[in-house]
């Protein structure tokens, strides 16, 4: 089955570590984006990549950062300079263009503690 | 800038009753519109999405949004709902961004509850 995975699904951290969310897709889709949620908010954008080894700051990305070493894998890593990183963390994927659909994973819902 | 707006932050409705669900969007530029669906603690899915075309679009399990350029609307329906449509609807305008690349703006999100 094609798709986005993501783990691990549920994540607890203490204040000042690095934590670093996992995201597959196996959809052949060239864009990668990393979204945090939370609620009464939306969704708001965080990076995204549109090719392998390029990726580009989204609206939020003061404390979190990101690589895009294979076509097909897209990990996030949550730093300690993020004041307050307990949210859920959405991966989503699509082909390049305006009109193409996102398709998401399940997400991470990160706790710190 | 592109912007989205969801009037309602949720919806209370009874079984079998009509719903409608409104997003209200500003944008500069030619817009493609999407409807995602979210169930409790899961990823989003997508209901419907308008590009082109005809203004009216429907979805497989019984939705439809207009599309309204002189409002800037693209409210989302369905004429009766079940108890299985309770969950969290997303209103998003898709915005172009470097390289091409596509960027959601998403709206606050409407919560759909559904009472037996």
């Known amino acids: 089955d094609g798709g986005i995975t993501q783990s691990p699904k549920y994540l607890f951290r203490k204040e000042g570590q690095n934590v670093t969310l996992s995201c597959e897709q196996n959809?052949?889709?060239?864009?990668m984006y990393w979204y945090r949620q939370d609620p009464g908010q939306g969704l708001r954008l965080i990076y995204y990549s549109q090719i392998v080894n390029d990726f580009q700051k989204g609206d939020i990305a003061e404390g979190y950062s990101v690589s895009r070493e294979k076509k097909e894998s897209f990990p996030l890593t949550v730093t300690s300079a993020q004041k307050n990183p307990t949210a859920f963390y959405l991966c989503a994927s699509s082909r390049s263009g305006r009109s193409d659909t996102q398709y998401f994973g399940p997400g991470t819902r990160l706790t710190v503690l | 800038a592109q912007s989205v707006t969801q009037l309602d932050s949720q919806v209370p409705v009874f079984e079998e009753a009509p719903v409608e669900l409104r997003c209200n969007y500003s944008?500069?530029?030619?817009?493609?519109l999407f409807w995602y669906v979210q169930y409790p603690n899961q990823g989003l899915q997508l209901l419907l999405k308008?590009?082109?075309?005809?203004?009216l679009v429907e979805s497989i399990n019984g939705f439809e949004a207009e599309f309204n350029k002189s409002q800037t609307s693209f409210h989302l329906r369905k004429p009766s709902v079940h108890i299985s449509d309770t969950a969290e609807y997303f209103c998003a305008v898709s915005a172009g961004i470097r390289g091409g690349a596509q960027k959601l703006v998403f709206g606050q999100g409407t919560r759909l509850t559904i009472n037996p």
């Open positions: 944008s500069s530029v030619s817009v493609y």
């Open positions: 959809l052949n889709h060239d864009a």
């Open positions: 308008y590009l082109s075309g005809s203004t």
